[in-house]
């Protein structure tokens, strides 16, 4: 029959979700520690064990084994060791058990209970810093404690707490008191009260966390997401690819009648997201990345970076997006800076050039020739912007005026 010790080490373990062991050990070194200090003129350094099935205390002194004894509370010659412990040596440090200490008072117990309550309240901050360091990067679910517009928002994880930021907040989504969300885990930081959790609902990885739930062939592996870009709140692109031959990799994210996507846009609360088709050729990245538009020509400046896009003139608008929305992220998630002409536009680029340089040229050096003229309008117009780091890689885009 288990004795009364072990009951309450097993429910103290369970009450503070640590191992038995681990308390056991915390309530060994808080015995040892209250009996020094009760006893402050013995010079002994004092071991502690007990046993977990009776509850049995018993105490060591830790003694240096050495030819000639000069300090009987720390040292012990080799006759006397060798009774202690068989085939000890000079130098060795033996365990020598001594009497219960008669005067272990209350003081020394309540000692004793203070430096166990400190102890295992560090194990738990331990033990809880490195379950969340385990999830970082990862997507976890809390309840909003505390939410005011434009504040800080604080969220129960269940055993701590997590901030989020207002810079992290989706600007189009409102919080509430006792509201279920989803998280994404940037960062966990060890503090001396407990672990310091920041999440985000912004975080662009928060999107490829999103799919890998709900795409079964994302989490496998047989569909990539290539690369992110986003906006929180309003608008996403996801670059993706298959890994193996015969997966649709843009209908795999999409799912049937779009079962899929919808789940991931209502978890955002109806942020926008376009999925398109990854592509090592960067001419046909680009027009995929402009959807919904069209483009009808793509020419690469590799100097640079930078492509010239045509479409026809009525997706103009389409192809630059509201604010020039759709050109921004597309000019993220490739990584190339764009510079979007309508077809018009680019005849009239064309025929000045010929004009220009007259029209005996051959086919090729006008176009060469037109390429460096819109090269010339691109460098005039472009605005930079700073590089993104994507899902797996950093990129960098020049947004038009």
């Known amino acids: 029959m288990k004795s009364d010790f072990l009951i309450a080490l097993t429910q103290l373990a369970a009450e503070r979700h640590l191992p038995r062991e681990q308390v056991l050990g915390a309530i060994e070194v808080a015995l040892a520690s209250a009996f020094k200090k009760d006893n402050p003129a013995s010079g002994q350094n004092i071991?502690?064990?007990?046993?977990?099935?009776?509850?049995?205390?018993?105490?060591?002194?830790?003694?240096?084994?050495v030819e000639s004894v000069e300090d009987a509370d720390k040292e012990v010659t080799v006759s006397d060791a060798q009774f202690i412990k068989k085939g000890a040596e000079l130098g060795d440090e033996v365990a020598a058990a001594e009497p219960l200490p008669h005067n272990a008072s209350r003081i020394a117990a309540q000692?004793?209970?203070?430096?166990?309550?400190?102890?295992?309240?560090?194990?738990e901050r331990d033990l809880l810093y490195q379950e969340f360091q385990q999830h970082e990067g990862d997507i976890v679910s809390g309840?909003?404690?505390?939410?005011?517009?434009g504040r800080t928002i604080t969220l129960d994880l269940g055993r701590a707490q997590a901030v989020l930021p207002y810079e992290e907040q989706a600007p189009n989504e409102r919080y509430r008191k006792g509201q279920r969300t989803k998280v994404y885990l940037v960062s966990v930081r060890s503090t001396p009260?407990?672990?310091?959790?920041?999440?985000?609902?912004?975080?662009?990885?928060?999107?490829?966390?999103?799919?890998?739930?709900e795409v079964p062939e994302v989490y496998n592996g047989v569909v990539e997401i290539k690369a992110i870009a986003r906006e929180a709140g309003f608008r996403s692109k996801v670059a993706v690819s298959a890994t193996q031959p015969g997966i649709d990799p843009v209908g795999s994210c999409i799912g049937i009648r779009g079962n899929r996507i919808q789940s991931i846009v209502n978890e955002l609360q109806g942020e926008k997201i376009d999925i398109v088709s990854w592509d090592e050729e960067p001419g046909t990245f680009i027009t995929n990345a402009l959807s919904p538009s069209e483009p009808v020509h793509v020419e690469l400046l590799e100097s640079d970076q930078t492509a010239i896009v045509v479409v026809p003139d009525r997706q103009l608008s389409l192809a630059i997006g509201k604010e020039g929305q759709n050109t921004r992220l597309a000019a993220r998630l490739t990584g190339w800076r764009l510079d979007i002409k309508g077809m018009s536009e680019w005849e009239e680029i064309k025929e000045a050039t010929q004009a220009l340089n007259g029209s005996a040229e051959e086919p090729e050096v006008e176009a060469a020739k037109a390429v460096e003229e819109a090269s010339t309008i691109v460098e005039e117009t472009a605005v930079a912007v700073e590089p993104e780091p994507m899902a797996e890689e950093t990129t960098a885009a020049v947004e038009p005026e």
């Open 47 to 65: 071991s502690v064990t007990l046993n977990p099935n009776t509850g049995e205390v018993s105490v060591f002194a830790l003694k240096t084994v």
């Open 111 to 123: 000692t004793a209970k203070q430096v166990v309550l400190q102890r295992l309240r560090e194990a």
């Open 143 to 149: 309840v909003i404690e505390q939410a005011e517009p």
């Open 193 to 213: 009260k407990g672990p310091e959790i920041l999440v985000s609902r912004s975080h662009k990885n928060m999107i490829k966390r999103l799919f890998e739930i």
